[in-house]
Structure formats: C-alpha cells, structure tokens
C-alpha cells in the first residue's frame, strides 16, 4: 500500500468507486451520535419542529418519554454513505425505501451500513440493501436504494464544512421565568447596604419589574449620595438608617426573623459580613439544615436550565454537610417546576475509587438516596462533568443511568471546583444565571458586583418564587 493511501489520507480525500468496480456484497457504513444540535440543525433545516423532537417537556409525557431524532435524519445519513463512500462522489439517487423500526434517542450511535445486492450493468443501476442500527444492535431503519453508479473515477479533497453554533434554548431564560413569576405579589426584601451603583440600581431594577417591594438597610448618607451621583430616585423607598455595613447585615437579620421582610439581598458589602449575620444564632434564621448557594444556569449548550451547588459558601463540604446541599437544590429546583430533579454528584471520574474521596462522598450520598434519608430527587454519582450533562459521552462510557446526561443539579465536590465551573459557564459558555442562598428560613439573594443586571433580576425572581412557598411550607 502506497503510504498516501493511509487512513489520514482516507480522511481528507474522497474517492469514488465506478459501476465496474462494485460488486455484489460489497459494502460501506459511517457511524454517528446523535446530539441536541443534530436535531436542531435538522430542524431549522426541514423546518419540523415537531415538539417530539424540539419540546423535551412535551416529549417526557410521550409515547417514546423523550426526544427522538426525526426520522430522515437517520435517512440523511444512509443518502451520506451513498454519496461519499459506495458508490460516492458522482453517485445519482434514483429511488429510496425506508422502513421505521425503532427511534433513535439522544446520545443513540448509529452504524449507517449499505450492501450492493444488485447491478444492471445496461442502465448501471445499483441496488443496495440500507440499514442502521444502534448502538444495542436493534435495527432502527433499513431499506433498499437504487442509484447509477458513476462510470468514471473521482478523486477530490474533502471539503472541510464551518462549524456551527445554535443559540436554541439559550437566553430567553430571564423573559420565561418573569413570565412564570407575574401573577405573584412582590415582596418585601431588606436590600442589605447598597452603597453602590450596582446594587441600589438593582433593586430599583427588581422594583419597576414587580418583583420585589426594596427596603434599603445602611448608612441613610452613603444611599443618598450614590442615588444623586447615579440620578436615581429613592422616593416611596423605606431606608432602614444604620452605621455601617456590619450593622446593616444584622438589622436586615432581624427584619427577616421578625417578618417584617420575606427575603434579604446582597449590597455592596462582602459576603462572609452577610452570611456571618444570617446564621447566627441569635438572628434566629437557622433552619435544620446547613445554608449553601445555588447557581440557577442556562446556556445555548443544554437544553434546560441546571443548578451548580455549592459554589460560594461552603468551602470544603463533609459527607453531612453535602447532604443538606443536595436537600437545597432539590427544593429549589421543585420550586422553579422540577417534579423530580434528577441530581448528578460530580466527581473527576465516573467509578468509585478510594483514594479519591469526592467519589466516595458521591457513592454515600446515592446511598443516603435509597435509604429515603434524601427524598424528592433521583440521585447518581460519581459522575464525571461530560458523563452528567452528555447522554453520548455517558454510553460510550458504558454508564445505564436515568441522571447521566440529563442532569437538572450538579453538585460539585467544593467550592472551588463549582466556584470556576459557574464562571467557566457563565464567560465561556454564554451562561445566564440567578444565584439564592438556601437553607434559612428566607431566601437570600447572593450577587457577584460582577454580575448583570439581568442576573441580578433574575435572582429576584427566583426569591418571590421561594418566598412565596415558604408562606405555605416554612423551612
């Protein structure tokens, strides 16, 4: 063999194959994972949006309970072997039967096989038997085609396609969730020492999008002065005058336990100072769980949105503690319309190994899970980041799991770990995001000065949500 015709040269030429040089039993095949973008290029291409393919909640409730590729797409791939494989490039299509035996799901790899089982060489027509099957071995297609065969040799590079990105999915996510809060009265929330721009425009933003009634808790001065240099009108706003940002913390700490406020908002002081007054004893805000922070992300990337906890609060989380993290985010997802919140533990890798203790944490809280010591989710962990949010990196890996894949919670193993997961999300993967603290008996709205005003809104939102049920279920 002439080393130009190694695979790296296959890869990059395409070579035909002439009517005289085919023969009976000859054969070809490509293999192909289906993905989220497979079906949305299809669709935007055909134009069927169908929701068993495009609407994941209509497809859950269907006979198939999830999202199938439309049909031709596997179709597609049979008219991709005929055209640049057997016979290939200068191949005419004649006539295609398809017979539909099974569908093909997220993450399913396709083996696309065709078989020359006829030639007529006074027309050079070519009959080939046509079949896909998955990655289980069950025949998701077949068929016959019939094409004529080029009568001359083809050589010509590949051509090498653009890469496209789709933004389905992506950042509607604000619009949709102030739609599913508009029917809900705001309420009142102590916005903890907006001492600067970013923080009192929020909660005016919150304010005017009807989502939250703002009682403003800090030095009345410093307030004051940020409003005139940012021309923002404070008028019919409650200010809660105090010294300095400690005090404020704490005064807003008693304003929640007193219920005079529904939930408490970050300003301009630091974190720690905030959450020092919330759990302390004397505030009276402690619950029987453990307070941790959830990241409510959506990106063009995945087609739901998904939490990330813990990535701001709890530093380095034991066994106990990262139950109560996971108890949290199961509310809050029941909260924002998640039944059952299917729950991914992260880890680096997918198998329990001893000297890797975030594995070990994973395997006992999935225990933990079956025991009913955690309810109201399904959990699965260790689970490597691809195995969690890829139905198609989860197989390959041989991983049968109803999380794998569809993961609506990522619980990470620190905070550093979900610290840069987050802001990776959010500055590489076109992320939006909300983040609440859970865990007290009111929700705390937790925002990076970094963050956007849309984020910030955002976050409102999503503790009127909170705030609202907690009316009828304190925590």
């Not at 002439?18 to 994972?33: H, K, L, N």
């Not at 909640?57 to 008219?79: K, N």
């Not at 069950?138 to 990105?165: M, N, S």
């Not at 039944?339 to 997918?350: H, N, T, W």
Request: with cysteine.
């Amino acid at each position: 063999m002439n080393a130009s015709d190694g695979p790296g040269q296959a890869l990059r030429v395409l070579r035909n194959r002439t009517f005289d040089e085919i023969a009976i039993g000859d054969s070809a095949g490509i293999e192909r994972t289906l993905t989220q973008q497979d079906i949305q290029l299809f669709a935007i291409l055909s134009g069927d949006v169908n929701p068993q393919h495009v609407d994941p909640a209509f497809a859950a409730s269907s006979r198939f309970q999830g999202v199938v590729a439309h049909g031709m797409w596997s179709g597609a791939l049979i008219s991709a072997v005929l055209g640049t494989r057997l016979p290939g490039p200068g191949t005419i299509y004649l006539d295609q039967a398809l017979h539909f035996r099974a569908p093909v799901r997220l993450g399913d790899r396709l083996a696309i096989t065709v078989s020359v089982t006829g030639k007529d060489p006074a027309s050079r027509r070519v009959t080939l038997a046509c079949t896909c099957t998955n990655q289980d071995g069950t025949t998701v297609i077949d068929g016959e085609a019939q094409v004529i065969a080029p009568d001359e040799r083809i050589e010509r590079a590949r051509t090498a396609l653009p890469e496209i990105r789709l933004g389905v999915a992506g950042h509607d996510g604000l619009e949709r969730l102030l739609a599913h809060v508009a029917s809900l009265e705001a309420v009142r929330v102590a916005v903890v020492h907006p001492c600067d721009a970013p923080s009192l425009s929020a909660a005016l933003d919150a304010r005017d999008a009807g989502l939250i009634v703002p009682v403003l808790v800090g030095p009345r001065t410093r307030i004051d002065a940020v409003a005139a240099e940012q021309g923002l009108d404070l008028a019919g706003i409650a200010i809660d005058d105090v010294a300095h940002s400690h005090a404020a913390a704490a005064r807003a700490a008693q304003l929640a336990a007193s219920g005079e406020v529904e939930a408490l908002m970050k300003g301009s002081l630091h974190t720690d100072e905030l959450m020092a007054a919330v759990v302390a004893r004397e505030a009276g805000l402690r619950t029987k769980r453990r307070v941790s922070h959830c990241f409510v992300l959506q990106t063009p990337h995945y087609p739901r949105p998904f939490i990330v906890t813990d990535a701001a609060i709890n530093l380095a989380p034991d066994l106990a503690q990262k139950a109560d993290i996971v108890r949290n985010a199961i509310e809050l997802a029941q909260t924002i319309g998640v039944a059952e919140p299917k729950v991914a533990i992260l880890a680096a890798v997918e198998t329990v190994t001893p000297s890797m203790p975030a594995t070990l944490d994973a395997a006992a809280l999935c225990k933990m899970a079956d025991r009913g010591q955690i309810t109201g989710g399904l959990l699965d962990g260790p689970l490597a980041f691809d195995n969690a949010v890829s139905i198609a990196a989860a197989r390959t890996k041989g991983i049968v799991s109803d999380v794998a894949g569809q993961a609506d919670v990522l619980v990470v193993p620190d905070l550093e770990s979900g610290n840069m997961l987050a802001k990776q999300l959010m500055y590489m993967g076109e992320a939006t995001s909300a983040g609440i603290v859970m865990g007290a008996k009111v929700p705390v709205v937790l925002t990076s000065r970094a963050d956007s005003r849309d984020a910030r809104i955002a976050s409102c939102a999503i503790a009127l949500l909170l705030a609202h049920r907690y009316r009828d279920a304190p925590p």
